[in-house]
């Protein structure tokens, strides 16, 4: 595998933020850099349509389902699960407890920006 520059700025926000956003142009490597990066922490992708049901529909059993922290891939899927995602945060700040990819597009960074400021780490941002 090659070793991504990125990685070490993740690990750098991961070891403040409870929370890192991963964004980009799909296909651009997102997924492959996070589990790189975290490969002790479980993985689960919201592009399958019974988990991104659960996400939407049971929010707290979908993230109590995941408490000590994971990557939670193609987050645009589910925008809302942010704003339960800050409650558990504010709860419990573990930093670099979640690990969010999801492709670039305007309505994810709005949502990320009212849910998760000061609670999130975004390379290449200062802080978010």
Same mark, same amino acid.
């Given at each position: ?8 700025? &993740?690990?750098? &926000? %991961? ?10 142009? @799909? $296909? ?5 850099? +996070? @589990?790189?990066?975290?490969?002790? +922490? ?5 592009? %399958? ?7 939407? #529909?049971?929010?707290?059993? /979908?993230?109590?389902?995941? =408490?000590?922290? =994971?990557?939670?891939?193609?987050? $645009?899927? =589910?925008?809302? &699960? ?8 504010? #709860? ?5 407890? /979640?690990? &969010?990819?999801? +492709? $670039?597009?305007?309505?994810?960074? $709005? ?5 998760? %400021? ?7 941002? =200062?802080?978010?």
């Amino acid at each position: 595998m090659i070793k991504r520059t990125l990685e070490k700025k &993740l690990h750098e &926000l %991961a070891g403040y933020y409870p929370s890192v956003v991963v964004t980009g142009p @799909r $296909q651009s490597g997102k997924t492959t850099l +996070s @589990r790189m990066a975290f490969p002790e +922490s479980k993985y689960v992708s919201l592009e %399958a349509m019974d988990i991104r049901d659960f996400a939407i #529909n049971d929010p707290r059993g /979908f993230i109590s389902a995941y =408490a000590d922290g =994971a990557i939670i891939d193609e987050i $645009q899927h =589910a925008p809302e &699960l942010l704003i339960y995602l800050q409650t558990e945060i504010d #709860n419990h700040s573990t930093p670099g407890r /979640f690990i &969010l990819t999801g +492709s $670039q597009h305007f309505a994810l960074s $709005q949502s990320i920006s009212q849910s998760l %400021a000061g609670r999130c780490g975004i390379p290449g941002v =200062a802080a978010a």
